[in-house]
C-alpha cells in the first residue's frame, strides 16, 4: 500500500505540471466546448493528480493528458447515466440543450467561433487527436500515448478531421 508521502508529487513533476496548465486548459476546452466545464475538467484533472500522483518514470505532461482524457470519458458516462435516469424518472422526453453558452458564443472574434464549431461538429477522438497535435504542437508520437493508440490511428484521424474541417472553414 502506498503512503501520503509516496503519493505526492516531487518538485520538478509540480514545476512540470505548473508549465503544463495553460496547454491542459486549451485541451479541457477543446473536449468540453464550454468554459465551465473545461475549468472543472482541469481542476478535476489537479485534483487527480495531486491525490494520485504521477509515478516518477512517466512524463508529466503525457501523464496528465492522459488522466484529463479518462476524467473526461468518465464524464461523458456519467452524464449518459443520468440523463438515462431523468429521462425514465420523468418520462418528459425533454432533451437537454447542450449548445454552448452565450458566453463562449460571444468571445472572441467570428473566426475564432466558427472553428469552435466546426471542431464542435467532429467526433470526439478526431476532435482530441486535432487539439494535442495542431493546437498543442505534440508530436504525432506523444499524441499517440497520450490517446493510448497506435501512431498510425492518430495520423489518420487529423487527415479525416482536416478534411472535414475544410468545408467548413472556407
Known sequence: MTSLSDRQLGKRQRQELMAELKGLKRFCLSLTGSDADADDLLQCTVERLLERGIPDDAHTARWAYRVCKNLWIDELRSREVRTRHANTVTQTGEARDLSPSAETQSAGERSLAAVNEAMAKLPEEQRMALT??????????????????????????????????LPALE
Open 132 to 165: 494535442l497535435v495542431a493546437v498543442e504542437g505534440r508530436s504525432y508520437a506523444e499524441a499517440a500515448e497520450i490517446l493510448e493508440v497506435p501512431i498510425g490511428t492518430i495520423m489518420s484521424r487529423i487527415a479525416r478531421a482536416r478534411k472535414q474541417l
